[in-house]
């Protein structure tokens, strides 16, 4: 198979697949399998960038995540369970806040469940590190339809701040270590926080301003009528999709709100962005294809994604174990089927070309 870039569409959609298995779920050992599917595929196909390298930093967030859940459970949040760990001193607070406490009785059962909920929010950041490792920022703004034009800047400056940040911390890192500045720990951290911010920053910036000297965003006329109508669809739509994905994730939610709302808005979006579309006139140099390999990975996000939440509509055990007695999770073979699907792009997606024909795929792509 001939080396080259994946559309960084597909990519995104492969770690949406995972980071919708993983929202349906708190069970430690397919979090884990998520995880490891992830960091698998993500080193065997992250081209050599600097921004290939932030699935290790946002699995480090994650673990920032996790400590955070499991302290407010320990301060604020009200014990569950009788295995009783610490006792901290407590304050009594008025009627008003009866559902909240500081201090009191930490127990077992408590921590474990506010461990199980942050582990499920590391995962999904996990899967948007593993989307940002093998995606291109650059490659995935020109892949944008035509009808964002009038967010192209901003997009420019979200989507390229987050690899800009990794690739500053290391160069700011080694710089630090050759003149002989700490560049670990808390004082390290503190020297390299302001530069690392400062230059993804100003790199994003000027991405967007340069864009915006192309004549990034030109348009032509079109009847009021015309315009109208597609602001209608794209906000409809939008607001469409919202509530589907809201109610597809929440499971206590009614089933009338979730694919049906997710369909009728997905319609009305891409007729507003067809219709949004014709109004931008843009040409692309080398367009990325999609072909095999793309429709593997959205088909391996699909599977993956639609096992879990087939499962969990089915009533199906082991997608939330027990923490009240605390019990030892199972593996429901649908959903390890489901999960291990999305490992395939590992083996059945082209390799990353060489760094060479990588830097100037991207300077010719800007």
Sequence with gaps: MTARMVH?????LWAIGLAVAASRTTNPLLLGLIIAVAGYVVAARRPQAPW???????????????????????????PVGTTVLITLPSITLPDVFASVRLGGVITAESMLAAFY?????????????????????????????AALYEFGVSLVVAITFAPQLVADLGRIRAARRLRGRPNSGLRGAAGASLPVLEGALERSVDLAAAMDARGYGRQTERPPLLRRFTTAALIAGLIAVI???????????PTYLGVPLLLAGGVLGLAGFFLAGRRATRTRYRPDPWTGPEW?????AVITGSSLIVLGALGGSGLTPA????????????????????????????????????????????
């Design 52 to 78: 290939s390298r932030s699935f290790g930093v946002f699995l480090r967030i994650g673990l920032i995540v996790i400590a955070i859940r499991m302290l407010f459970q320990a301060i604020v949040s009200a």
């Design 117 to 145: 909920d942050g582990l499920r929010l590391a995962t999904i950041l996990a899967c948007v590190g593993a989307a940002n490792s093998l995606a291109s920022p650059a490659r995935l703004l020109k892949a944008a339809p």
């Design 296 to 300: 593997l990975l959205t088909a391996c």
């Design 323 to 366: 923490v009240d007695p605390p019990a030892w999770p199972s593996l429901p073979p649908l959903a390890v089927l489901g999960i291990l699907v999305s490992v395939l792009p590992a083996f059945f997606t082209p390799a990353p070309p060489t760094p060479r024909a990588t830097v100037r795929h991207e300077v010719v792509a800007a």
């Design 243 to 253: 509530i589907g994905i809201y109610a597809v994730l929440d499971a206590s939610a």
């Design 8 to 12: 960084p569409g597909a990519w995104w």
